[in-house]
DNA sequence: ACGTTGTAGTTTCATATGAAACCATTTGCA
DNA sequence: TGCAAATGGTTTCATATGAAACTACAACGT
């Protein structure tokens, strides 16, 4: 057996996982870097913090949810959903109406103030997309977008 | 222009991010749900959190690495890892020694009972990597690894 | 040797978070 | 109709988190 380098490498009858190598801490780090970049990007401008940020672009692609829809759509909890509207509809950024037919529900939507910071924002999220795109070639852009359906169906 | 249909989609003019071909969106997702997954596994069965298995589980590949490389290393911040290794100390899972040559850093290493713990959990998130890595042919996982090494990198 | 600057790690403090309890309303059904 | 169960949403409470301040030690120049 040769003699230990350095960095010891832990010894070899526990198998520890190659986290270099291993697909959730991967993907973990990715995700983190990429939305932290983004969120960068509206922290700067606007006093937005991520879940609030979530719900607005929720709102700006289906208008008119109610909560527990935005939960689902955003993959939030319904009490991190209901704080970050309670601060939307405070700073005057989401309007919220109470359903027609059912009292308990609320109709949630961009305010017009709401639409202006969306407007700002989306487009540098949108920025943000195409740099870490802009890494792949096409080719490797359909697998990815291919690959992405079928992990997450 | 046509009658508004029911899920009225916002406005055109407004260019709402289409969630679900977003891509820091959908990694997000994918990401929290699979990392979601395992820390299920290794809950039901120890109490331990998601920031300190990510310790674990780096001290289990690199042995006697000092908080602050594992906090490079996790890519938590270092008061994260101070509080995780707090608790593993505690609970007996970590040996914290003071290194050698600089009083200020520590050693650190998974006690025997940290090494149970591990070998316990390891298979196990293995085995939730593969049920992912299932939904792919070979095909696709070589793309996804290469992929990946080019975002990450 | 001595003071300045830098680094490892912890503590403090203010904020964020999630589970469970809660309130109001609606639904299902006797 | 009337009442139990379910649902939308908020509040409470205990815990988790990160930025900044702090302590201890090390490195560097004089």
Redesign the interface.
């Known amino acids: 057996m040769p003699v230990k380098r350095h960095?010891?490498?832990?010894t070899a009858e526990?198998?520890?996982?190659?986290?270099e190598h291993?697909?959730?801490?991967?993907?973990?780090?990715?995700?983190?870097t990429?939305?932290q970049a983004?969120a960068d990007d509206y922290q700067s401008r606007h006093d937005i913090s991520m879940t609030e940020w979530r719900v607005m672009?929720?709102?700006?692609?289906?208008?008119?949810l109610s909560a527990r829809e935005v939960a689902e759509?955003t993959?939030m909890d319904k009490v991190a959903v209901s704080r970050a509207l309670a601060r939307l509809v405070e700073a005057g950024r989401v309007d919220r109406a109470v359903h027609d037919n059912d009292k308990r529900r609320s109709v949630l939507n961009l305010s017009d103030a709401g639409?202006a910071i969306?407007?700002e924002v989306?487009p540098m999220?949108?920025a943000?997309?195409r740099e870490?795109?802009a890494?792949?070639n096409a080719e490797?852009r359909v697998?990815?977008t291919?690959?992405?359906d079928?992990?997450?169906?």
């Not at 079928?150 to 169906?153: A, E």
Request: overall charge positive.
């Open positions: 960095p010891a490498p832990a526990h198998a520890p996982l190659q986290l291993f697909l959730p801490y991967r993907l973990s780090i990715l995700s983190n990429i939305s983004i672009a929720v709102l700006a692609r289906y208008a008119g759509r993959a639409w969306h407007d989306a999220a949108r943000r997309e870490v795109l890494k792949l490797e697998w990815l291919r690959i992405l079928k992990l997450l169906s």
